[in-house]
C-alpha cells in the first residue's frame, strides 16, 4: 500500500499561495501521484494527478521531483472555500487496479 | 456534485445486524471502489469492482461482502455488525479500471451502530 507523508495541518491567508508538500519516498515504477481533498465528512474530490512532469488544471497545480519521491500542491490563490484535508497518494501502476490509499492528510486551514 | 450516488445517507442499527449500503456510478463508470473510513484509521480501501468483476480487494472484513449488478450499480453487504464498524462508506467509480483513472467520490454512507 501507498505510504505517504504531509504535514498535519497548514495555515494559508486568503488569497495567497497554498503549497503544500508530501513525502512518497515508495513510489514505485510507473505509479502515479494523485491529490484529493476532502471538505468537512463530504466525499473525497480529486484535484489533479501526475507521473513525471509538471501538471496544471484550473484547480491546482502538481510539482514532482526529479526523483519522483516527493511533491508539491500549489493552489495558487487560496480562498475560504479551499479549507479542506488534502491527500496526497499514489498507485495505478500500469496492470494494476487504481485502489487509492490516503494517510492522514494535512488540514489547511484559509484565513482571512 | 461528483454523479456518484449513495444511499441511504445515514444508517443507525445495532450490532450484530446486517445493512446493505448502495452506490450508482456516474453514466459511462464501469468500475466501481468501496472505502471505509473512521476517525482512528484514514480513508482504506475495501474493494474495487469493474464491469461486474471484482477487480481488486484491500482490507475488506470476511463479514464484509460487495457485488456490482449488470446495471453497473453495486451493493456493500455488512453482516455482524460491530461498534468499531461504525464509521463513513464511500463509494467512488471510474471510467476504466486501468492505470490513471480519476476516482469520483459520491457523498457517503454514514453508518452508525450501537
Known amino acids: 500500500d501507498a505510504k505517504t507523508t504531509q504535514p498535519t495541518s497548514m495555515d494559508c491567508a486568503e488569497g495567497r499561495a497554498a503549497n503544500l508538500p508530501c513525502n512518497h519516498s515508495t513510489i514505485s515504477g510507473n505509479e502515479y501521484v494523485y491529490w484529493y481533498r476532502q471538505i468537512h465528512s463530504q466525499g473525497p474530490q480529486y484535484i489533479i494527478h501526475g507521473l513525471k512532469n509538471n501538471e496544471t488544471n484550473e484547480m491546482a497545480s502538481l510539482i514532482i521531483t526529479e526523483d519522483r519521491k516527493s511533491s508539491t500542491l500549489i493552489l495558487p490563490h487560496a480562498t475560504l472555500r479551499d479549507t479542506a484535508v488534502y491527500y496526497c497518494?499514489?498507485?495505478?501502476?500500469?496492470?494494476?487496479?487504481?485502489?487509492?490509499?490516503f494517510g492522514t492528510g494535512t488540514r489547511l486551514q484559509v484565513t482571512l | 456534485d461528483s454523479g456518484v450516488t449513495q444511499t441511504p445517507k445515514h444508517l443507525i442499527t445495532a450490532t450484530g445486524q446486517r445493512v446493505t449500503l448502495r452506490c450508482s456510478p456516474r453514466?459511462?463508470?464501469?468500475?466501481v471502489y468501496w472505502y471505509q473510513q473512521s476517525l482512528d484509521q484514514g480513508l482504506q480501501f475495501l474493494i474495487q469492482?469493474?464491469?461486474?468483476?471484482?477487480?481488486a480487494k484491500g482490507n475488506i472484513l470476511e463479514r464484509f461482502s460487495a457485488q456490482q449488478f449488470p446495471d453497473l450499480h453495486s451493493e456493500l453487504n455488512l453482516s455482524s455488525l460491530e461498534l468499531g464498524d461504525s464509521a463513513l462508506y464511500f463509494c467512488a467509480s471510474s471510467v476504466d479500471a486501468g492505470a490513471q483513472e480519476t476516482q469520483y467520490f459520491g457523498p457517503g454512507t454514514r453508518l452508525l451502530v450501537l
Open positions: 453514466s459511462g463508470d464501469l468500475s
Open positions: 497518494s499514489h498507485g495505478g501502476e500500469t496492470g494494476t487496479a487504481s485502489k487509492l490509499t
Open positions: 469492482y469493474y464491469n461486474g468483476e471484482e477487480r
